[in-house]
């Protein structure tokens, strides 16, 4: 099966980042597969696979697991996954995240001029776009039933101990680039913190998908 066709400077940003799996280490492989065997159970039961990504304000990590999540779902042809996020608390898509994505090679453009703002994330002309913008976990947008949790801050993952109607819940934190807003390390942690998502959530599909 030839491989799907990406932006060109996304396509550059994901050949390296599918060969950095390396860097993750042995106990977070670990912890990245358990994910990957819910997503491979629902798979071979033919069942369709949703996971919303969840931090406390869905501003930063859980759209960024979000998008990746999706990406790699697009890049392992697993047509049957839709990954959501969401917060305990919404505010909006923070600038500095969409900076990042569009660095990596992500086409993102914004559609409404509100607080909370609605962004079209594009990554390819052969998928739909992946719209963003900050929400409850629990929003009408989102499933509420039959989908795992992906709790990727200790914040919130201390905070909703239950994620009402969710037959799945994983812990998976990341350190929150937002300790580095308006300092000269910005860009630098923003776009580490981009790339570490994204290669382990590619690692996570990969296993999925794993024979």
Known sequence: ???????????????EVTQEFEQISTNRQQQLKEVSQYI???????QPVQVIVICTHNSRRSHLGQIWLQIAAAYYHLSKFTSFSGGTEST???PNVVTAL????IEISRQTEVKNPLYQCRYSDHFPAIEAFSKVYAHASNPTQNF??????TQADEGCPVVIGAEARFSLP??????YDNTPQQSKQYNERCRQIA????FVMSQAVEA
């Open 92 to 94: 909006a898509l923070h």
């Open 174 to 179: 990341y350190q929150d680039p937002k300790a």
């Open 1 to 15: 099966m030839p491989p799907p066709i990406f932006y060109p400077r996304l396509a550059v940003y994901l050949a």
């Open 199 to 202: 290669r382990e959530m590619f």
């Open 148 to 153: 795992a949790a992906l709790m990727v801050c």
């Open 40 to 46: 491979r159970q629902k798979l071979e039961t033919d």
């Open 102 to 105: 569009q660095a990596a090679g």
